[in-house]
Nanobody, 114 residues
Framework: VQLVESGGGLVQPGGSLRLSCAAS????????MGWYRQAPGKQLELVAS???????NYTDSVKGRFTITRDNAVNTVYLQMNSLKPEDTGVYYC?????????WGQGTQVTVSS
């Protein structure tokens, strides 16, 4: 299964973006899918995750601003990002976990700047 992210870009502070992570096969194989962020000079950070039964989890800095959802019919996971801040800038990666393995997308750049 391949994961392909899209939807990144340049946005002003306070703006919104929706990231998509499209899988080449069924996302039911993943017991958890997540969005990670690699900010310049910082470690990779788990931003949001969603389980097979749609339970979600968020890092504190994005709670109330970001929403992760999944559409099983089109094998896609989304990250709706609102009220974006400059510190949200980074490369966003999608991942999917199966027992004993993990799949990653190639990443999409998000830049929040005026």
């Amino acid at each position: 299964v391949q994961l392909v992210e899209s939807g990144g870009g340049l946005v002003q502070p306070g703006g919104s973006l929706r990231l998509s992570c499209a899988a080449s096969g069924s996302i039911f194989i993943f017991y958890r899918m997540g969005w990670y962020r690699q900010a310049p000079g910082k470690q990779l950070e788990l931003v949001a995750s969603i389980t097979r039964d749609s339970s979600t989890n968020y890092t504190d800095s994005v709670k109330g601003r970001f929403t992760i959802t999944r559409d099983n019919a089109v094998n896609t996971v989304y990250l709706q990002m609102n009220s974006l801040k400059p510190e949200d800038t980074g490369v966003y990666y999608c991942d999917g976990k199966v027992s004993g393995d993990e799949y990653w997308g190639q990443g999409t750049q998000v830049t929040v700047s005026s």
